[in-house]
């Protein structure tokens, strides 16, 4: 959105800002208060900036902020590459726009200078019972793929050499195009000097032999994100989620057996999460090869299935659990650090630290300029949280 803004300039404090855009999230109930109370401490602050309102809580709250809060204006995710003109305009409005549009100018984004992350499509066409994405961000639908990999063709002629394809549900990618993402990944890697590519998160059910014929390539980076949310059928069942456990732990330990690791999303607390539950639960992660874990405590969604369900779990209960949980992934992620003592091929950021092949953070002692290098290293420490390597 910011690279479509020509005639403004961008002003770091928004008490001193004539005009103010919220990009909201609403993935859950206190996303959604969080930006109520963000418009009426920006009203008390700067009572004549222009408020305007976009992003995911346009379809869940943007009527009721525009009317309530008076906001100048409210578009949505496909009004945003019209910002410039929307901007300009003397006139309040209202406009949703199209959840079955799709950017064509792609969107990169970099940490430091040296990954660049591509977005090859928007949406999803799962229904998980606590999620609130698809009804805002659409169906799943792929970005044109020869948009994608000219862009990637201009960042890896500019110096870039690893890539990050993200989404929202970044697994679906061909699905309406008669391609697939394994497909996608094999065309990227043919582009000169790339050198890796991350897939930003895959569903268990999207992993297919076609995929599995990828998996030993050199490009690939040796870590899949695999969101399984949780591990005990019944909750599974109640998540309305597409993958079982059994069918899990089998799909995870064939993939760590080609040496990657793995990581995972998962919802604890979710309701019905019985103390016995929660046992099981706990004693099947541990039989999982996973090395990380993006973990969160369940937080009811309005307007979702799982809103509506009975026997919620405690907060401090919920909190207890991940705890456990993450606590017992961080076991995990330093055993395997241990066990697999390969050489690791790091990309390093400004900040002198980079991710190796497995996703796990080095950390270079160095008085060298190391920034965007490609550095092998077989002599390191291996920390808490990251390994050491002194240079
Ligand atoms: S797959 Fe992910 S984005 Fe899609 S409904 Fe489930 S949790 Fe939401």
Avoid at 277 to 294: G, N, S
Avoid at 372 to 391: C, M, Q, V
Wanted: aromatic content about 8%; proline content about 2%.
């Amino acid at each position: 959105m910011i690279n479509s803004l020509k005639n403004f300039a961008i002003c770091d404090d928004e008490t001193k800002a004539s005009v103010i855009v919220i990009n909201s999230c609403t993935v859950t109930n206190s996303a959604d208060s969080g930006v109520r109370n963000y418009i009426n401490q920006i009203k008390r602050k700067n009572p004549n900036a222009k408020i305007y309102f976009t992003g995911c809580g346009v379809t869940t709250q943007g009527e009721a902020l525009f009317e309530e809060k008076e906001l100048t204006g409210v578009f949505g995710h496909s009004e945003k590459e019209k910002i410039e003109e929307l901007l300009a305009s003397n006139d309040r409005f209202f406009t949703v726009g199209d959840l079955s549009h799709i950017d064509n100018t792609i969107v990169t984004e970099f940490i430091g200078k040296s990954r660049a992350f591509i977005k090859i499509q928007e949406g999803c066409d799962f229904e998980c019972s606590y999620c609130i994405i698809p009804s805002v961000r659409g169906n799943a639908r792929s970005i044109d793929e020869e948009t994608i990999l000219k862009q990637i063709e201009i960042l890896a002629y500019n110096g870039f050499s690893e890539f990050i394809l993200t989404g929202t549900n970044v697994g679906s990618y061909g699905k309406d195009k008669g391609s697939s993402i394994a497909k996608l990944l094999k065309k990227i890697s043919l582009i000169k000097n790339v050198k890796r590519i991350r897939v930003g998160s895959l569903e268990p059910v999207q992993i297919d032999d076609e995929f599995f014929e990828i998996l030993n390539e050199k490009w690939m980076a040796k870590h899949l994100h695999i969101a399984l949310q949780h591990a005990h059928d019944d909750i599974l069942e109640s998540m309305k989620r597409r993958n079982k456990f059994k069918d899990d732990l089998k799909l995870f330990e064939k993939i760590a057996s080609h040496g990657y690791a793995l990581g995972t999303d998962f919802i604890v607390g979710f309701p019905n999460e019985s103390d016995a539950v929660w046992k099981e639960t706990l004693k099947r992660v541990a039989l999982l090869p996973l090395t990380h874990i993006h973990a969160f405590t369940y937080s009811k969604r309005d307007n979702t299935p799982a809103s509506v369900m009975t026997n919620q779990v405690k907060g401090d209960i919920a909190k207890a659990r991940h705890k456990e949980l993450t606590n017992l992934i961080k076991e995990k992620n330093i055993l395997f650090r241990k066990s697999n003592k390969v050489p690791l091929e790091v990309l390093i950021e400004s900040d002198l630290s980079g991710f190796d092949q497995f996703f796990n953070k080095m950390q270079i002692v160095s008085k060298n300029e190391l920034e965007g290098n490609w550095i092998t290293l077989s002599e390191y420490e291996i920390k808490d949280e990251k390994n050491i390597a002194h240079l």
